[in-house]
C-alpha cells in the first residue's frame, strides 16, 4: 500500500527516531490520519484523531508488528475482551492509588536518596544514566521482585526491549529491514526468563507481597495460577514501558526547565509544583510518544478519512500533545500555561495502568533531588539529544552544581 501523500513515502525511520517532530507538524496541518509506508500502518497525529482512535467503539486494541514480534502473546496493551480484562485485574491491584500511596515513599524514596547522594559530592552528573533512569528501574524491578536484579541490567534490558519494540522499519511487502534489533530483544528476553523462571517457581509454591507473585495467584481457584506462557509478554511489557516512563519523564521534565531558570527557581523554592512541572515536561516530551496502536473493527471514518476493516492506526500520543489546536506554543516547555488535560498516558480502555505509580515515581525523584542539589543546572558545555519515535526521551542530561 502507498500513502496519498507522496512525501510521505520517503519518511525513514532514522528521520522519525532522531526527531519525528517536523514530519507529524506537517501530518497534523495535512492528514490527521495518513498511511505512512515505512510503518506499515495509518498514523493519527492530532489530539482529535488520538481520541477518536483510542476511546472510540469502531477500533480494538492491537499490539504494533514490531511489538508483537518482541513481547508476544498475549501481551497486555495488545489484546480485548475477557483476555484483556483478566490481565487488567492482575496488574491493576497494584496500582490503585490507594494501594499506592500505601508503599510509595517506603519504596521510592530510600532508592531516590540513595542515588543522587552517591555524585551529590562530583559537582556534575549525568542524570539520565545516573539518577533517573536507575530510579526509574529500581522502583519498578523491587515492586516487581527482581530485588536481585542490578539497576544496570533493568536498564539494558529495557533499552533492548525499546530498540526491538521500535524496530518498525517495513519494506513494501511488509518484512522488517533490520534483523540485528529483534536479535538484541531476544537475548533480553533470554536473560529476563534465566533470571525469573526460577523465581516464579518459587513463587507458586511461597507467594509473597511482590507484583509478579500476585499476577500469579490473584484472582485464580485455591491450587492454581497463571500460566508464566501467559503472564511473561505482559511482563515485557512492564520491563519495558513501565521502567521507561517515569526516568524519561524526570529527565524531560529537567531538560524542559533548565532554559527557564525562573520556572526552575520556582519548582526548587515551592516542591507543590513538582507534579505540574512534571505534567508539563510529559506533555512536552511524551515517553510513550508513539507506541500504542488499534485495529478498525469495521469500515469507519476519522477526521475525514476512511479506514478500512482491520486496518492498524498508530496512536502518535507526542504529536498530539504538540497540537496547535489545543495548546499554545507547544513545542515550549511552559510550567505557567493552563493545566490542559494531554495524552502522554493514552486514553480509552487501554490507557497506561500505572499513570498513578508513574506520576509518583517521577514526584518523589524530583524532590529527592532537588532538595539536595537545589543549585543543579545543566552543564552547557554538553548538548541535550532527545531520541526515540515510539519511546522518547534524552539520552544524556549532563548537569553540574557548586560543592
Not at 500502518?41 to 486494541?61: L, M, P, W
Amino acid at each position: 500500500m502507498t500513502s496519498t501523500l507522496s512525501w510521505l513515502d520517503e519518511i525513514t525511520m532514522e528521520e522519525l527516531e532522531r526527531n519525528p517532530y517536523p514530519v507529524y507538524e506537517r501530518l497534523r496541518a495535512e492528514a490527521p490520519v495518513a498511511f505512512v509506508p515505512v510503518l506499515g500502518a495509518y498514523v493519527a497525529s492530532t489530539t482529535e484523531a488520538c481520541r477518536a482512535v483510542a476511546a472510540g467503539d469502531d477500533f480494538d486494541g492491537i499490539i504494533p508488528p514490531a511489538g508483537g514480534r518482541t513481547f508476544g502473546h498475549p501481551a497486555i496493551i495488545g489484546v480485548n475482551g475477557d483476555i484483556h480484562r483478566d490481565l487488567r485485574s492482575m496488574v491493576e491491584p497494584a496500582l490503585q492509588p490507594a494501594e499506592v500511596d500505601r508503599w510509595i515513599e517506603d519504596l521510592v524514596r530510600p532508592i531516590a536518596r540513595r542515588y543522587v547522594e552517591a555524585f551529590e559530592s562530583d559537582g556534575r552528573a549525568d542524570l539520565v544514566a545516573q539518577f533517573c533512569e536507575p530510579v526509574s528501574v529500581r522502583s519498578l524491578g523491587d515492586l516487581l521482585g527482581l530485588k536481585d536484579v542490578s539497576s544496570d541490567k533493568l536498564r539494558e534490558w529495557f533499552h533492548k526491549l525499546s530498540d526491538s519494540f521500535t524496530n518498525a522499519a517495513m519494506d513494501e511487502d511488509g518484512n522488517f529491514l533490520n534483523q540485528e534489533r529483534f536479535d538484541e530483544g531476544d537475548r533480553a528476553k533470554e536473560e529476563i526468563r534465566s533470571v525469573v523462571d526460577p523465581l516464579i517457581d518459587h513463587w507458586i509454591e511461597h507467594p509473597d507481597d511482590s507484583a509478579i507473585s500476585h499476577w500469579l495467584h490473584d484472582g485464580m481457584p485455591e491450587g492454581q495460577t497463571r500460566d508464566r506462557e501467559y503472564i511473561y509478554p505482559t511482563l515485557y511489557v512492564f520491563l519495558l514501558g513501565a521502567m521507561q516512563e517515569p526516568g524519561h519523564a524526570m529527565s524531560s521534565t529537567l531538560a524542559g526547565l533548565f532554559p527557564r531558570p525562573e520556572q526552575f527557581e520556582a519548582v526548587v523554592d515551592e516542591p507543590g509544583l513538582i507534579p505540574r512541572a512534571i505534567a508539563e515536561g510529559m506533555r512536552w516530551t511524551a515517553p510513550i510518544w508513539s507506541g500504542t496502536a488499534r485495529i478498525a473493527k469495521r469500515d469507519t471514518v476519522v477526521s475525514g478519512i476512511e479506514i478500512s476493516e482491520g486496518s492498524v492506526v498508530m496512536l502518535s500520543y507526542g504529536s498530539a500533545n504538540h497540537d496547535i489546536d489545543v495548546f499554545d506554543a507547544p513545542s515550549r516547555y511552559d510550567l505557567t500555561r493552563p493545566p490542559l488535560p494531554h495524552l502522554a498516558f493514552g486514553a480509552g480502555k487501554h490507557a497506561c495502568a500505572g499513570i498513578y505509580f508513574a506520576n509518583n515515581v517521577s514526584r518523589i525523584g524530583l524532590e529527592e533531588l532537588l532538595e539536595t542539589i537545589p543549585n543543579l543546572e545543566r552543564d552547557t558545555s554538553e548538548d541535550v539529544e532527545f531520541w526515540g519515535w515510539g519511546f522518547r526521551g534524552p539520552k544524556t542530561l549532563h548537569a553540574r552544581w557548586e560543592i
